[in-house]
């Protein structure tokens, strides 16, 4: 079961640039805009989430609330993990996480993506990098949904929402105009 779903995320990985890349031409950027605003602004009723202002002065957020970061990044911290932080360059981070697409497209429906109990591998990244090492969920890599490491550290958990043009090196996302809900994210931390 392991072995055909990291296959099936690896296949994903491969063709599905080349798919939107041949299929996207229709839509146009104001509109993917549009359905993106329409799709984080269902999340947000749906869900009751509170967009804060500023980041809370105690870091402690309520589970509904979420902030806006200054790179478009919506975050909220469910868990600020043990202290230690992230250091570019030297720490690898591994990473799981459930995420969905808010909106629908012709590669993947709104399901959520369980990369935490599946058994599939995480994301393996060196802080600061623009990639991480090979494996099978990098379909979902963005350096953005790495951000979350400039306000938590080791064992941390997160919630985040990516705006498709925010998804920085993810093209997959970018291109087909999805954005993406991550409801559970968690760091781990390997020092080299």
């Known amino acids: 079961m392991n072995r055909s779903f990291n296959t099936v995320l690896a296949l994903c990985a491969v063709l599905i640039p ?3 890349a041949s299929c996207s031409g ?5 509109s ?3 359905a993106q605003e329409n799709a984080i602004g269902r999340l947000i009723n749906e869900h009751e989430f509170e967009i804060l202002k500023n980041y809370p002065a105690d870091g402690v957020f309520k589970d509904n609330q979420f902030v806006v970061l200054d790179n478009g990044i919506y ?3 469910v868990d600020s993990g043990n202290g230690n932080r ?3 360059g030297s720490t690898n981070v591994f990473c799981r996480f459930y995420v969905k697409c808010l909106i629908e497209w012709q590669y993947m429906d709104t399901t959520t993506v369980d990369c935490i109990r599946n058994g599939t591998e995480p994301i393996i990244y060196r802080y600061g990098d623009s990639q991480p090492y090979d494996n099978n969920s990098a379909i979902f890599f963005s350096s953005l949904l790495f951000s979350a490491l400039e306000y938590v550290g080791d064992g ?3 919630k985040l929402i990516i ?4 998804s920085g090196n993810n093209q997959t996302f970018q291109s087909a105009g999805v954005p993406l809900f991550f409801s559970k994210v968690r760091f781990r931390f390997d020092e080299q």
């Open 18 to 20: 080349a798919l939107i």
């Open 163 to 166: 705006p498709f043009h925010l």
């Open 26 to 30: 229709d839509r146009t950027y104001s």
């Open 75 to 77: 975050l909220n911290v």
């Open 86 to 88: 992230a250091v570019k």
């Open 156 to 158: 941390s958990e997160v």
């Open 32 to 34: 993917m805009l549009e």
